[in-house]
């Protein structure tokens, strides 16, 4: 299932280059998502051409189907097949729109449900252990460019587990995001939606370190909250590997990224006693479906718990 797809056309190249427009420019969806979906578009020209059935006007629901069998065939993933769908149906859908085709072929699409499990999560007292690891090396740093690193990596970890906020959420926070008055910052989510979340006194108190030594790196980083150690606005690849590292080193932690510290945080707060509709409003939950798959996890936390603990299990 892995043969080499076959160069565009120059109508669907140029498809595709509209398409992303009208991705990007009227959906305002992430750079990642309309790289997704136009890789996607480019996947299924690329299997119509080998079958014989590249024209546009000729493609119809049963080549549809066929290019997402050929796709769970050859071991793609249930959510990769549900963004594929979703790319074609959106795509179609915008073609049919525009007059570009006269019918859509995509309408009655469908696809496999995702699996809805959520991996692994991070204990409280795990969390803790990697922000003290961080505190000690910011504490032991023998020179104001070590230690500057070392306060904005705590400062990163602090506010993506208080805040549960996305890495690219993080790396996107401007120096006027933040209000320390208030105890929140202006997050901009996935479609430029904007919300408030509230941060704790740790995490105010690692920012404002940080922020006393952002100028020894801060060179082309404009009012990016986060700086990289080449003086820009941090890349989220950085943020990933530091979360990695930092958990790596924590005993019988699981081996996590930022998307860890938003799941530990999103558990924490439910078994804190928060209500779900608080806690959908501050991960930017679209559907409360979505935050109510943590009442799973805190579920079977307690069931175990049970289990392991009540004489009558």
């Not at 549809?64 to 979703?86: D, I």
């Not at 910052?185 to 979340?197: I, M, P």
Request: proline share 4%; net charge neutral.
């Amino acid at each position: 299932m892995s043969a080499p797809t076959p160069e565009l056309t120059d109508a669907q190249a140029e498809l595709i280059a509209d398409f992303r427009q009208h991705l990007a420019a009227e959906r305002n969806l992430s750079a990642h998502t309309v790289r997704a979906y136009c890789g996607d578009l480019a996947n299924l020209f690329g299997h119509l051409e080998r079958v014989g059935e590249g024209d546009l006007a000729d493609i119809d629901l049963i080549a549809l189907r066929r290019w997402l069998a050929w796709q769970q065939a050859g071991g793609a993933e249930r959510a990769t097949l549900q963004r594929r769908a979703a790319a074609v149906r959106t795509f179609f859908a915008w073609a049919r729109r525009t007059s570009r085709i006269a019918t859509d072929p995509a309408a009655g699409l469908r696809s496999p449900r995702t699996d809805r499990r959520l991996p692994p999560t991070l204990e409280a007292d795990q969390v803790t252990a990697a922000l003290e690891q961080l505190e000690e090396a910011a504490a032991a740093a023998e020179d104001d460019d070590r230690r500057a690193i070392a306060c904005r990596d705590l400062a990163i970890v602090e506010v993506l587990y208080a805040g549960g906020i996305r890495v690219s959420e993080l790396c996107g926070l401007d120096l006027a995001d933040l209000d320390a008055g208030r105890g929140v910052v202006r997050v901009f989510g996935k479609g430029g939606k904007e919300r408030t979340v509230p941060l704790g006194i740790p995490a105010w108190r690692a920012l404002d370190a940080w922020s006393r030594l952002r100028g020894r790196l801060a060179r082309d980083a404009g009012d990016a909250v986060f700086v990289g150690d080449r003086g820009a606005r941090i890349d989220p690849r950085v943020v990933r590997r530091l979360v990695h590292r930092v958990l790596g080193s924590v005993p019988g932690a699981a081996d996590l990224g930022p998307h860890g510290l938003r799941h530990a945080m999103a558990t924490h707060l439910l078994e804190g006693g928060a209500d779900l509709r608080s806690v959908q409003e501050m991960l930017g939950h679209a559907s409360l479906a979505t935050t109510q798959l943590y009442t799973h996890v805190t579920n079977d936390r307690l069931r175990a718990a049970f289990q392991q603990a009540h004489p009558r299990a």
